[in-house]
């Protein structure tokens, strides 16, 4: 039996820019490790993604802080982090 491998992307400590827009394509994660003094914002602009295991809907917005995330990638999408 063959396992299938998935892509891990790890965006950059830099925040000077406050929004990003990442494309995942399918079996893809993107991790975020976001500290207790930031806060971000996730939003799935298209495409279907799951967080925490439940899957992220187009009309949701998840905010969060102090947290070590892995958002992955269902079929291909795009992802927006908003960091406040």
Not at 8 to 31: H, S
Not at 74 to 83: A, E, T, W
Request: glycine share 2%.
């Amino acid at each position: 039996m063959q396992t299938q491998s998935h892509r891990i992307i790890t965006p950059p400590e830099d925040k000077t820019f406050p929004r990003k827009q990442w494309i995942l394509k399918a079996d893809t994660e993107l991790r975020l490790l976001v500290n207790a003094n930031e806060r971000v914002s996730i939003s799935l602009i298209s495409g279907q993604a799951e967080i925490f295991g439940r899957e992220i809907t187009a009309d949701q917005s998840i905010t969060l802080t102090n947290s070590r995330v892995a958002i992955y990638a269902i079929k291909d999408s795009v992802i927006l982090v908003f960091y406040l």
